[in-house]
């Protein structure tokens, strides 16, 4: 069984600042982290700190990663009828599912509050999926009840209509 870090040792706004630091200095500067700690009160070799500043890295990869594959879904895809938003939500779903299970979580650190606010961020976005979903299917019902209407009391050709229908609702009816 491998050792429990000294870092999570650390009272959490000494570490948050060494993450910051961490991530500010491009994961580089370990000997001057050491030194800054030990100025602190904290002797923790650069490699223990070498070895939490890994396994951020990775995290913060993961999530940079995600960010990007946002914005290149974004730009593919015109977003017709909510489709860029379903998908951004799907994409933080798997992202956020995939961070619980790999992120390098000290159990004893662990809140619950912490764990219940990751899980309910998971549940607000599948409730704005749903809803999403449930505004879409009720737009297009007005739509086809708006053609509807305009069928019966003519003035538009069935032709102009079709393309109406065509553009608002992506059908041919």
């Given at each position: 069984?491998?050792?429990?870090?000294?870092?999570?040792?650390?009272?959490?706004?000494?570490?948050?600042?060494?993450?910051?630091?961490?991530?500010?200095?491009?994961?580089?500067?370990?000997?001057?982290?050491?030194?800054?700690?030990?100025a602190q009160?904290?002797?923790?070799?650069?490699s223990?700190?070498?070895?939490?500043?890994?396994?951020?890295?990775?995290?913060?990869?993961?999530?940079?990663?995600a960010?990007?594959?946002?914005?290149?879904?974004?730009?593919?895809?015109?977003?017709?009828?909510?489709?860029?938003?379903?998908?951004?939500?799907?994409?933080?779903?798997?992202?956020?599912?995939?961070?619980l299970?790999?992120?390098?979580?000290?159990?004893?650190?662990?809140?619950?509050s912490?764990?219940?606010?990751?899980?309910?961020?998971?549940a607000?976005?599948?409730?704005s999926?749903?809803?999403?979903?449930k505004?879409?299917?009720?737009?297009?019902?007005?739509?086809?009840?708006?053609?509807?209407?305009?069928?019966?009391?003519?003035?538009?050709?069935?032709?102009?209509?079709?393309?109406?229908?065509?553009?608002?609702?992506?059908?041919?009816?």
């Open positions: 069984m491998t050792q429990r870090s000294k870092v999570f040792d650390l009272p959490p706004e000494i570490r948050s600042e060494l993450e910051t630091r961490l991530i500010s200095g491009g994961f580089a500067g370990y000997a001057d982290l050491e030194t800054w700690l030990r009160g904290y002797e923790i070799s650069k223990s700190i070498h070895r939490h500043g890994k396994n951020l890295e990775q995290r913060v990869d993961k999530i940079r990663v960010r990007e594959q946002a914005r290149a879904i974004a730009e593919a895809c015109p977003d017709e009828e909510g489709q860029l938003l379903e998908a951004a939500s799907a994409l933080a779903q798997q992202q956020i599912f995939e961070l299970l790999n992120i390098d979580i000290d159990p004893n650190e662990v809140k619950m912490d764990l219940n606010r990751a899980v309910r961020g998971l607000d976005l599948g409730r999926t749903i809803s999403l979903k505004h879409q299917a009720e737009v297009r019902e007005k739509l086809r009840a708006a053609s509807a209407e305009i069928r019966k009391t003519g003035g538009i050709s069935d032709e102009t209509l079709a393309k109406i229908d065509t553009l608002l609702l992506g059908i041919v009816p």
